[in-house]
């Protein structure tokens, strides 16, 4: 029966999610559990594009990137794939009615990635929509069950959240992105002679995503509140911790939260959320 097939394919969409992040799995984790599976399927089938372009150095990335492009359009027409993730996400795409719109969005961002170097504003804009602003309005789809009207008035919030969350990691990453790919995702900055300004600069802007972020999280439904506050207040904690990394520090390592301060933070937030201490 195919259900077997359906119930590996979630799996696997689960052990890449567990695999690549810990701080993900932990808010999928205290989601409630009905929402478990849809949300671990949008994961596997994101990380397995970012994947694409960001680590399968000495392959044709470019023809990989198109096969998984045309693999993905038939996966949803087809309603079935033979590649696992893309057989657990196109479930979760026709289940909760995730638009093409949304998918076709971040797939282009995943192919600037293979051309684009340099970003000015209006291709940063772009790219921080497909890569991150779409991915939060999948995961919205679940978190509303269906319900269009808490959908639309949510999504500028999810939205929000999602570049917060990609703009930390550009911050993070920049060594990697950097000296390792030859990007340079922030506009107009240099970053041979980054400054403490600049630094400012891109760090009020995502002060301000996370502001407008936390309004919406309030509004959730609790099903998906406590999760998702978790994951903002994970990488909350870790862009105060960029924030206070000198400038020159931040271009020659990668600031991260230990796992062990992880569960700390965890305990910390899960705390906050039963108290209703936002």
Known sequence: MKTIYDDVSALTSKATTRAYSTSFSLGIYFLDSKIHKPIYNIYGFVRLADEIVDSFHGYDKAYLMQKFREDTVEALKLKISLNPIL???????????????????????MEMDLMQKEYTADS????????AEVVGLMCLRVFTQKNNIQYQE??????????????????????????????TYFPGVNFNTFSFQEKEKIQNEIEADFDAALIG?????????????????????????IKET?????????????????IGLMFNSLIRHQFNIF
């Open 87 to 109: 057989n657990s996400f196109q479930e979760t795409v026709h289940t909760y009615n995730i638009e093409w719109e949304l998918i076709d969005t971040f797939l282009k961002s």
């Open 124 to 131: 940063y804009n772009q790219y921080i929509l497909g890569s």
């Open 154 to 183: 949510l999504k500028p919030y999810a939205m929000k959240l999602g570049a917060a969350f990609q703009k930390v990691n550009f911050l993070r990453d920049l060594k990697a992105d950097y000296q390792v790919l030859g990007r």
């Open 217 to 241: 999280i309030k509004k959730l439904p609790l099903e998906a509140r406590r999760g998702v506050y978790l994951a903002y207040f994970y990488y909350k904690k870790l862009f105060l911790r």
């Open 246 to 262: 000198p400038a020159e520090k931040i271009m020659n390592s990668r600031i991260r939260i230990p796992d062990l301060n992880k």
